[in-house]
């Protein structure tokens, strides 16, 4: 099992500002099976990136994934008010399918 | 649009079953992964399982493998989450979720479990 590490655990920050969150995975992963997930309180969470960079449907271009093997970020540039939410990254290298533990991005 | 929408959760004892089921529409179970994810309260995300486009294909989650099983009737476009042996730590909301390999694209409402005794 692919054991999927998140940091840091809860970012603090005002919009308009950049939000950089980590996502660190046990074993090598292929970039086509690392996906990001946004959850905002009382809803299911959305699709946000699959593939690491690529972004789902309606998502804005101020979300960027990047990384590879066993290190990956996604950053939120200008933070909007509806972009306050807990992120959760997913791997599925292996058939035992990983989320992290989600990192919380508060207004500061 | 495509909609997933769950239905069978409730308050069940511990030891006791109950069955998931995830009904689509304009999506065919079939053609796409289906996965079960539950996060329980105030927690995280967590992946149970995924059955396989066009293939028979099963996965799970250690977590829950051998009480745990999905499946999927095709004709009427279901999936579905068999869960025995509940136990507390088995409280969560249970939300099915498809796509592509991978890519839980879809997401149901969800479906709130309590096993209490």
């Known amino acids: 099992e692919s054991v999927l590490t998140q940091s840091p655990g809860s970012l603090s920050l005002s919009p308009g500002e950049r939000a950089t969150l980590s996502c660190r995975a046990s074993q090598t992963i292929s970039s086509s099976n690392l996906a990001w997930y946004q959850q905002k309180p009382g809803q299911a969470p959305r699709l946000l990136m699959y593939g690491v960079s690529s972004r789902a449907t309606g998502i804005p271009g101020r979300f960027i994934g990047s990384g590879s093997g066993t290190d990956f970020t996604l950053t939120i540039n200008r933070l909007e008010p509806e972009d306050f939410a807990v992120y959760y990254c997913q791997q599925s290298a292996t058939s035992q399918v990983t989320f992290g533990g989600g990192t919380r991005v508060e207004i500061k | 649009q495509v909609q997933l929408v769950e239905s069978g959760g409730g308050l069940v004892k511990p030891g006791g079953s109950l069955r998931l089921s995830c009904a689509a529409s304009e999506f065919n179970v079939l053609d796409k992964y289906v996965n079960w994810i539950r996060q329980a309260p105030g927690k995280g995300l967590e992946w149970l399982s995924y059955i396989g486009s066009n293939t028979r294909t099963t996965y799970y989650a250690d977590s829950v493998r051998g009480r745990f099983t999905i499946s999927r009737d095709i004709a009427n476009n279901l999936v579905f989450l068999q869960m025995d042996s509940l136990r507390v730590d088995d409280t969560a909301i249970y939300y099915c979720?498809?796509?592509?390999?991978?890519?839980?694209?879809?997401w149901g409402q969800g479906s709130p479990v309590t096993v209490s005794s």
């Open positions: 979720a498809g796509g592509d390999y991978g890519i839980a694209e879809f």
